[in-house]
């Protein structure tokens, strides 16, 4: 049986790990960025973000003050599990007074502070897999990215193009808000929650890998390559890098709508992933 206890004891390793250290994906990115640009300011921003990113890992502290609303994904297989949402949340809690990650969860009504644990937080999105295992992964997304967000149920009609055109224009219109260079989720197809969370989970792939459909591959590199075309570059004060890449992810959809959903991430594309097998 897969206990409470590591339960708990992984989602705050994972907030420890994805809170503090950067994978390795967007460092690089990030690198060949400062590489191409061309932008007196662009390159200082680039790398006021790399010694942001080297002091955070130095010091062992999160890399921006805002470590997200919890959400944790995950895929459940063929395991026994013992407490799994009470192990989550003991987990968030011990992150949150020890990473410490920032007390970031209110009501939405009155305002009032619950620290990271709170009516239906943390939120838990749970796959089934036909594994022998157990899978957490927590992606620390911060809110001045996540308002930017966007959702489009559009005609079937409107097509590839106009998807592409929607991304495009969701990623401009954010504008500095974000903290640019941003890396774009795209979720095409579900109804119109599932695209959302489907261009959220798009944002857990490398930066910089391409979707393995052709096709879809394509719409990631015209989108990018438009997204950055435009000149908005670092922290939106001119550049040649607005975005280090865009993720898309598809599914099924009904017959009758084409539901686009746009998720933007900050330059710290954070998150983290551990298995638990039933020993």
């Not at 994805?18 to 400062?34: R, Y």
């Not at 130095?58 to 470590?67: A, F, H, N, V, Y």
């Not at 922290?235 to 009904?254: E, Q």
Request: glycine share 10%; proline share 5%.
């Amino acid at each position: 049986m897969i206990t409470e206890k590591q339960i708990e004891d992984t989602i705050y390793q994972l907030y420890k790990e994805a809170a503090i250290v950067l994978g390795d994906d967007v460092k690089c990115s990030l690198e060949e960025a400062l590489k191409r640009e061309d932008s007196d300011l662009g390159r200082l921003n680039i790398e006021a973000i790399l010694k942001n990113i080297e002091l955070a890992e130095e010091k062992s502290i999160p890399m921006c003050q805002d470590t997200g609303l919890p959400i944790i994904f995950v895929k459940l297989g063929k395991v026994e599990v013992e407490n799994l949402y009470e192990g989550i949340k003991k987990g968030v809690a011990k992150a949150t007074a020890e990473v410490p990650l920032r007390p970031n969860v209110v009501d939405p009504i009155t305002r009032k502070n619950s620290g990271n644990v709170g009516d239906k937080v943390p939120i838990v999105d749970i796959e089934l897999i036909d594994e022998d295992y157990v899978e957490f992964t927590i992606m620390p997304k911060g809110f001045g990215s996540e308002n930017n967000n966007a959702l489009k149920m559009a005609l079937p009609a409107e097509g590839v193009e106009g998807v592409k055109d929607f991304v495009v224009e969701t990623a401009l219109k954010a504008g500095g808000k974000p903290c640019p260079p941003i890396v774009v989720g795209v979720g095409i197809g579900g109804s119109s929650d599932m695209a959302l969370k489907l261009g959220k989970k798009a944002l857990l792939g490398k930066v910089g890998e391409r979707n393995p459909d052709p096709t879809i591959a394509e719409m990631e590199l015209e989108c990018l390559e438009r997204i950055n075309k435009d000149g908005k570059g670092p922290m939106g004060l001119g550049g040649r890098t607005t975005a280090l890449d865009v993720k898309i992810l598809k599914m099924d959809t009904h017959t009758a709508g084409l539901p686009i959903g746009v998720v933007i991430q900050c330059w710290a594309d954070r998150h983290a992933t551990a298995r638990l097998e039933d020993n």
